[in-house]
């Protein structure tokens, strides 16, 4: 596209949410985007995200903002149960969509709403962002590169504070597993993907998805809600390439997230820590050390963004190629529809308790 790419924002209230958390704030250090209009459901809120990030345009109805001439892309910023109908309406109106992770709360809406942007003519992208931060990228090159020799074993542990035994009541609707938030479709599948995107994919897996709270108080009322959605996940496989990768996530832990993933190889090992950098070491009984990921691999200005808005600016800048140069840098609904088919192939390895041969969708 040859002027700068007009970006519509639905979610992006003024005072709290992942909007102003990660997309706004990204948007701003990107020269190839301009933000042009806001929509929330309440027009106060509208109002004040466009005063403090300069839009043009606030709207109380996501269907003006998706229907106003001055939108090249439409973000859906919302929760997953809201996905859909925003994104089938910004299709039909022939844009350009972004939309968080997951896309669909099913593999099955997750594919018709892939099969409608095909059909639509325009390009998508899903926010699977942290495949793109600049510390995956190096590991991706890193392995290729033979760092490690050949690749024996990846491991996962991944356990944070949400969704367990009580929750706000923003989160409230996680509680259902029909909503598509939870510890496999959401945890589980944000940290899978990256890792995967560097260690190549599946060839088995075994795995077992189970929950443990059978309900959960909402803080700001005290009401109980029963829960039906997962809070822990193991899988345990073998990748394409030989090697084998264990995995556990984990939500509701009291106490102090753990975000940690191991790569071993036959010549030494990295570490791809919680901020997504990496620390390695080969040869042998060697200490690990801090590796600096190269410039080249960081398309955006860091500056005082945060990690969570640098990896969305990453995003952002990675599609921004894609229009201007028909490549496929930033992950698309036809990833979307990938990643949701493993997620179902975990479960149903847990409950029919069989080994399954991954085969792509």
Do not use: C
């Not at 992950?331 to 479960?347: E, K, N």
């Amino acid at each position: 596209m040859k002027h700068r790419i007009r970006v519509g924002i639905i979610g992006a209230s003024g005072s709290s949410g992942w909007a102003l958390q990660a997309h706004l704030p990204a948007l701003a250090t990107l020269p190839a985007y301009q933000l042009t209009a806001v929509a929330t459901t309440r027009q106060a809120s509208a109002d004040e995200a466009a005063r403090r990030f300069g839009a043009t345009h606030a709207f109380d109805r996501a269907s003006a903002l998706i229907e106003h001439p001055d939108v090249d892309l439409v973000v859906v910023s919302v929760r997953a149960p809201e996905h859909a109908p925003l994104v089938r309406a910004a299709l039909a109106a022939k844009k350009h969509v972004f939309s968080e992770w997951p896309l669909g709360v099913s593999s099955s809406e997750t594919r018709e709403l892939a099969a409608l942007a095909e059909r639509a003519g325009v390009r998508t992208v899903v926010g699977l962002q942290r495949r793109l931060a600049p510390g995956v990228r190096y590991l991706r090159d890193l392995l290729a590169q033979g760092y490690v020799g050949r690749l024996r074993s990846a491991t996962l542990h991944i356990a944070v504070p949400l969704l367990g035994a009580t929750r706000p009541q923003s989160y409230a609707y996680t509680a259902d597993a029909a909503n598509g938030v939870n510890v496999l479709a959401t945890v589980g599948a944000h940290f899978l993907d990256p890792v995967l995107s560097a260690v190549g994919e599946f060839h088995t897996l075994a795995a077992v998805v189970a929950r443990q709270f059978d309900e959960t108080r909402i803080r700001e009322t005290g009401e109980i809600v029963p829960v039906t959605a997962p809070d822990q996940v193991l899988i345990s496989g073998t990748l394409s390439s030989g090697a084998v990768l264990s995995a556990h996530f984990e939500t509701g832990k009291r106490n102090g997230p753990i975000l940690s993933t191991v790569l071993t190889g036959t010549e030494g090992d990295l570490v791809l820590d919680h901020d997504l950098t990496l620390s390695g070491a080969r040869g042998d009984e060697q200490p690990l050390a801090r590796l600096s990921t190269p410039d080249s691999y960081s398309w955006s200005p860091r500056g005082a963004l945060s990690d969570d808005a640098h990896q969305i600016a990453q995003l952002y800048a990675a599609f921004a190629r894609d229009l201007a140069e028909g490549t496929s840098l930033a992950p698309s609904f036809r990833d979307a529809v990938r990643l949701h088919h493993l997620v179902d192939t975990i479960a149903e390895a847990s409950a029919t308790g069989q080994r399954k041969l991954w085969q792509r969708p």
